[in-house]
């Protein structure tokens, strides 16, 4: 009888051990997989149109100027908007850099006092030429841009309407804390 359960369970464990579980492996799917990818695809098209805008030749070979394609009026204030988001590319950095604006949780940038006594002495010159209207200006530039590429990214998706853009508005925000450099405020 010990001979025998001693044989059972030496099979026993020689069995089991040859049997292996199944490699399992999990993915964590973020909400990134939906809203977010909707509103980076339509944003990059949008980007990706006004870089083909930009790069069209105006001229025919034979030498006679093209007359360019109609776009709604809704579709070149987004061209501008974003082509007045890269305009203030450096500007908008070198604020962050100073302190003078950080990046709210709704995808717009937000205003802090122009403190130009502790400016590092690599940006003084930079700093210096900055008056407060002109500050206080391209930051309205740039958020009012950022609310047109919102807007249009709204009109662009069959997937959105209007009551979406409180969570665009946080997607666009999450991109841009994102991309935040070292020492950028961001909310």
Not at 126 to 141: G, L, M, P, T
Request: with cysteine; hydrophobic share 40%; net charge negative.
């Amino acid at each position: 009888m010990k001979r025998s359960c001693q044989k059972f369970i030496i099979t026993s464990v020689l069995f089991l051990s040859g049997c292996t579980l199944a490699d399992v492996k999990v993915n964590v799917v973020s909400e990134r997989t939906t809203l977010e990818n909707q509103v980076l695809g339509s944003y990059n098209a949008l980007s990706d149109e006004v870089l083909l805008v930009a790069s069209v030749r105006g001229v025919e070979p034979s030498g006679t100027v093209k007359t360019a394609p109609r776009r709604s009026r809704e579709y070149q204030n987004t061209v501008e908007a974003i082509e007045t988001i890269a305009f203030h590319a450096d500007d908008v950095e070198l604020f962050k850099r100073l302190g003078w604006v950080g990046e709210d949780n709704q995808g717009f940038l937000i205003s802090f006092s122009m403190d130009k006594g502790n400016v590092p002495a690599e940006w003084k010159n930079s700093a210096d030429r900055f008056k407060e209207e002109e500050f206080s200006a391209i930051v309205k530039d740039v958020n009012g841009a950022r609310k047109v590429v919102m807007q249009r990214v709204i009109d662009t998706n069959e997937n959105l309407t209007k009551e979406d853009l409180p969570e665009i508005r946080k997607v666009f925000g999450k991109l841009n804390r994102e991309n935040a450099l070292p020492g950028d405020k961001i909310q």
